[in-house]
């Protein structure tokens, strides 16, 4: 009898030697560098809709680099993308092991049947682009890719909104470079494309409270405020609710406060947030009530319980915003908070204030954190540092401390263009990629749909790529193995990297 075994998660590291990739590095900068001079020199024009044009190139091209790799990333693209393949079959119901042959634990996000780590819309919008294009990565990346770009371009409207067009380009050309962003469409840190989906879900919903700001505010952009709110739910549960204390925090300082305007926007947000999100809420809590439970009302978990092993001081995101934002970032902020006292069009200010502070503080007081949470905030980040940027070169750039000032100019720009650099590894380096992707085509032709496979780390790959059955970590007992073998099934075990078949015991 076989005893059943875990395997600890092998991983092929897969390298790239740097005098095979320095060239290339150096021509793909120096290309970002003649295309974002071009985007400057447009802007001194004042023809700020073509410097939008070429920083959207630019965007375009760092996410596509960003989106090549040959393979699923260990955390957490590859499970995304295997839900995402099985709603093809079954659009309302999410499913991880598609044919469960062993027992399983729902409440276990990385060997359950029902699948509800993550709200749907962000696996539907990759699941239709597989179904449109084919089950490929390719497909897996493309709807994060064009969603990446209209990210870009929305904190360029929200800046120009709220300040002007040379903020708003600025801010727009940040967003564009950011490293941890690219990382995240390229699927290479957790929660990549759901994480993608609901940034903008948010970045739209705040998007229209800001072109809602005026003396007779519109209803209907009220109503899909609330609507987009609701998108933003179903791709990342409760933290879409962010839109409404930014909301308020945008009512109180614009003109004279109206109650009138606060129950009428208020209520047109609810209604347009409960009619998008409620009704798959309520069949996910129908169809799959204790998956839906564990998932709705047992969120504070995070609060008191370490996911993952993530786990960090309470600090840990007042530090991270130097590493993926700017190291010049408190600097800004410190004037920000300045101006905010002394001027007397608060909106601007206090609105990216509360967009930035709120989620940092609640999900600081969370044991679980993971950097990525702090993007929900990053058209926010980008537009105080674009705001700060201008502030030293109207106000200060000719005083006293010319030269300095000018360094620190230079720096708020050359910094976030430094952390692009190390974070979308144009010169090349390591890539862990699972040992499927090491299997010869002859050794992965075998895998068909009546073939289930036991003792690999890299099930999820297999169920994805290929049209198996079913794919496990685990080796069950024999008996187990014995009777799927008379159901007409081919069983495989995976030992010293090949596929041994099984043999029951006459």
Same mark, same amino acid.
């Given at each position: 009898?076989?005893?059943?075994?875990?395997?600890?998660?092998?991983?092929?590291?897969? @390298?790239?030697?740097?005098?095979?990739?320095?060239?290339?590095?150096?021509?793909?900068?120096?290309?970002?560098?003649?295309?974002?001079?071009?985007? +400057?020199?447009?802007?001194?024009? %004042?023809?700020?809709?073509?410097?939008?044009?070429? $920083?959207?190139?630019?965007?375009? &091209?760092?996410?596509?680099?960003?989106?090549?790799?040959?393979?699923? !990333?260990?955390?957490?693209?590859?499970?995304?993308?295997?839900?995402?393949?099985?709603?093809? %079959?079954?659009?309302?119901?999410?499913?991880?092991?598609?044919?469960?042959?062993?027992?399983?634990?729902?409440?276990? +996000?990385?060997?359950?049947?029902? +699948?509800?780590?993550?709200?749907?819309?962000?696996?539907?919008?990759?699941?239709?682009?597989?179904?449109? =294009?084919?089950?490929?990565?390719?497909?897996?990346?493309?709807?994060?890719?064009l969603l990446g770009l209209l990210a870009v371009w929305l904190t360029f409207l929200i800046g120009r909104k709220l300040f002007d067009e040379r903020i708003a380009l600025l801010a727009a050309y940040f967003h564009a470079i950011n490293g941890l962003v690219i990382e995240l469409i390229g699927g290479r840190v957790s929660s990549d494309h759901v994480e993608v989906c609901f940034i903008v879900m948010v970045e739209i919903s705040i998007y229209l409270i800001v072109l809602n700001l005026k003396p007779?505010?519109?209803?209907k952009l009220s109503f899909f405020a609330g609507v987009f709110m609701g998108l933003a739910f179903l791709s990342k549960w409760y933290p879409a609710l962010i839109v409404l204390p930014v909301w308020l925090s945008f009512l109180l300082t614009y003109g004279k406060f109206n109650w009138g305007v606060f129950f009428k926007q208020g209520a047109l947000i609810i209604a347009g947030f409960s009619i998008t999100a409620l009704p798959w809420v309520l069949y996910m809590l129908s169809a799959f009530p204790?998956?839906?439970?564990?998932?709705?009302?047992?969120?504070?978990?995070?609060?008191?319980?370490?996911?993952?092993?993530?786990?960090?001081?309470?600090?840990?995101?007042?530090?991270?915003?130097? *590493?993926?934002?700017?190291?010049?970032?408190?600097?800004?902020?410190? =004037?920000?908070?300045?101006?905010?006292?002394?001027?007397?069009?608060?909106?601007?200010?206090?609105?990216?204030? $509360?967009?930035?502070? *709120?989620?940092?503080?609640?999900?600081?007081?969370?044991?679980? @954190?993971? %950097?990525?949470?702090?993007?929900?905030?990053?058209?926010?980040? #980008?537009? $105080? $540092?674009?705001?700060?940027?201008?502030?030293?070169?109207?106000?200060?750039?000719?005083?006293?401390?010319? &030269?300095?000032?000018?360094?620190?100019?230079?720096?708020? &720009?050359?910094?976030?263009?430094?952390?692009?650099?190390?974070?979308?590894?144009? =010169?090349?380096?390591?890539?862990?990629?699972?040992?499927?992707?090491?299997?010869?085509?002859?050794?992965?032709?075998?895998?068909?749909? @009546?073939?289930?496979? #036991?003792?690999?780390?890299?099930? *999820?790959?297999?169920?994805? !790529?290929?049209?198996?059955?079913?794919?496990?970590?685990?080796?069950?007992?024999?008996? @187990?193995?014995?009777?799927?073998?008379?159901?007409?099934?081919?069983?495989?075990?995976?030992?010293?990297? %090949?596929?041994?078949?099984?043999?029951?015991?006459?």
């Open positions: 009898m076989h005893i059943e075994k875990l395997h600890i998660e092998k991983l092929h590291i897969e @390298k790239f030697p740097l005098m095979n990739q320095l060239w290339p590095g150096i021509c793909f900068l120096i290309s970002l560098g003649c295309l974002s001079y071009i985007a +400057w020199r447009f802007m001194r024009r %004042q023809d700020f809709k073509k410097a939008l044009l070429f $920083v959207i190139i630019i965007a375009a &091209i760092l996410r596509i680099i960003g989106s090549t790799d040959s393979h699923l !990333h260990a955390w957490d693209e590859r499970y995304h993308a295997l839900v995402a393949k099985n709603l093809m %079959q079954h659009p309302l119901t999410p499913t991880l092991h598609e044919h469960p042959v062993l027992e399983f634990d729902n409440d276990n +996000w990385v060997g359950s049947n029902i +699948w509800v780590g993550k709200p749907s819309l962000p696996l539907w919008i990759m699941s239709g682009s597989m179904a449109i =294009f084919g089950n490929n990565l390719i497909a897996v990346r493309l709807p994060s890719i007779k505010p519109s209803l204790e998956e839906m439970n564990a998932i709705l009302f047992n969120a504070l978990s995070a609060y008191s319980e370490t996911e993952g092993g993530h786990v960090a001081p309470f600090y840990y995101y007042f530090h991270k915003v130097l *590493v993926i934002f700017n190291e010049l970032f408190y600097l800004a902020f410190g =004037f920000f908070i300045y101006r905010l006292f002394k001027t007397e069009k608060r909106t601007a200010y206090l609105g990216l204030l $509360v967009w930035i502070l *709120v989620p940092m503080f609640i999900f600081s007081m969370a044991e679980t @954190k993971r %950097q990525t949470y702090l993007l929900i905030s990053a058209p926010a980040f #980008f537009l $105080v $540092v674009s705001w700060f940027w201008f502030y030293i070169r109207d106000f200060f750039l000719n005083a006293r401390y010319k &030269i300095i000032n000018g360094i620190l100019l230079v720096a708020m &720009i050359g910094l976030p263009v430094r952390y692009m650099i190390e974070r979308s590894k144009i =010169f090349g380096g390591d890539q862990r990629i699972a040992e499927f992707y090491t299997y010869s085509p002859e050794k992965l032709a075998i895998l068909d749909d @009546k073939t289930i496979v #036991f003792g690999t780390d890299d099930y *999820v790959e297999i169920m994805f !790529h290929t049209d198996v059955y079913a794919a496990y970590r685990k080796i069950p007992t024999d008996e @187990k193995m014995t009777d799927l073998a008379a159901e007409g099934f081919k069983i495989l075990i995976l030992e010293n990297k %090949q596929f041994i078949p099984f043999q029951p015991k006459q």
